[in-house]
């Protein structure tokens, strides 16, 4: 052995010694020999022995599906078109399994220009493409989940509007019954109780006829809500011309369903008792019903008016009023709230409560 050939052995040694050193495989080829040497973890993650591998031609081991792509991007490197490239591909494996791949491919030259040797860099990315995969599938099953929620959702909420738009007609029918009974009774209390629950069975019916065009029934914006309740209350006592009901509401206040009745139930008899007691005699005013998100989460309603006033000898929360006492509770038990009463050049009934999603706006006033 010359020394030249000792030299070239040990270099040779070295260098698959370095191939070794690696977790991904490494491939060496030549355009007139094919697959020249290789390393352990290439020869591992095919399953091949040593001698078996050298015997494999890449179109034997390359799934069919990818081959002409690689032969092509392969050509257009020894042609000198591509210094290399990188491509994800398939394998088939000793035992018939098919193995993902990220290959990147260059090539060493000659001084004259043409290919001496290829060299091949190949990671296996099969666990990967396994978690894409089951990635992709929990993604579809989550989409197909969320899809049939939504389809039910639109259902139920159907439903429901459904079952506002018939609870609205049976109120409807039942204050046609109320009115019929009160023209027929001349006793002046029973008069009174009967217009009286005629009103507030017409509150409520209204309060069912927005939830029935509202465009969802989870959340209810209150601007909108307060502004169609006044608009209805302003036609029920338009006998009263000269009382003048406007709505000032913030934007981004929401209610449920359920808050969004008892809400109006409760304009309903603070604006109807303005109406009956605060402007005597025919004396037209002005209520106003204002509302504000204040800065603990909470929503403060207040409907204000600029009538007559209440005696400071009379107990509010201990009156007679059916109203009154309807309100309290309907506030206390219903909304979980709190009401109180302002007395000074108006009076204000301000009734406060939770908002359902206090984190939608920041909290705008303190008010």
């Not at 993902?100 to 030259?109: D, G, K, N, P, W």
């Not at 000659?110 to 666990?127: A, L, M, N, Y």
């Not at 914006?221 to 003048?244: A, K, P």
């Not at 509401?249 to 929401?254: C, D, Q, S």
Request: charge should be negative; include cysteine.
């Amino acid at each position: 052995m010359t020394r030249d050939d000792a030299g070239e052995k040990a270099w040779e040694e070295r260098f698959r010694k370095l191939l070794n050193m690696g977790h991904m495989g490494v491939a060496v080829g030549r355009p007139d020999k094919g697959l020249v040497e290789f390393n352990d973890a290439f020869r591992e993650m095919l399953g091949y022995t040593r001698r078996e591998l050298t015997e494999k031609g890449w179109d034997e081991l390359t799934h069919p599906d990818d081959l002409a792509e690689d032969q092509r991007r392969f050509e257009r490197m020894l042609a000198g078109d591509l210094p290399g490239y990188t491509m994800e591909k398939r394998y088939f494996r000793k035992d018939g399994a098919v193995l993902h791949v990220r290959i990147s491919v260059t090539c060493l030259r000659r001084p004259d220009g043409t290919v001496k040797e290829t060299f091949g860099i190949i990671q296996d990315i099969s666990e990967q493409k396994r978690l894409d995969q089951s990635l992709r599938e929990h993604q579809r099953r989550l989409e197909e989940t969320l899809a049939a929620q939504a389809a039910a959702l639109e259902e139920k909420e159907a439903l429901l509007r459904e079952i506002n738009h018939r609870v609205k007609n049976n109120l409807q029918v039942l204050i046609s019954m109320l009115r019929l009974q009160s023209r027929r009774d001349e006793r002046e209390g029973v008069v009174e109780a009967l217009d009286d629950a005629t009103q507030r069975v017409r509150a409520m019916a209204l309060v069912h006829e927005i939830l029935y065009r509202a465009p969802s029934l989870a959340q209810i914006e209150l601007c909108e809500y307060v502004s169609d309740l006044v608009r209805g209350l302003r036609g029920t006592f338009d006998h009263d011309s000269g009382i003048l009901i406007s709505a000032d509401v913030e934007n981004g206040i929401l209610l449920d369903a359920d808050g969004a009745v008892t809400c109006g139930m409760v304009l309903n008899e603070l604006i109807s008792n303005a109406i009956k007691h605060a402007f005597p005699h025919g004396k037209g005013g002005r209520i106003v019903v204002k509302g504000r998100r204040l800065a603990d989460g909470r929503v403060r309603v207040t409907v204000r008016d600029n009538g007559v006033g209440i005696g400071k000898d009379i107990d509010w929360r201990r009156a007679e009023s059916l109203g009154l006492t309807l309100v309290v509770g309907l506030v206390e038990n219903q909304l979980d709230g709190e009401i109180e009463l302002e007395e000074g050049d108006a009076v204000a009934f301000s009734f406060m409560f939770r908002d359902v999603n206090p984190v939608a706006n920041e909290p705008a006033t303190n008010e």
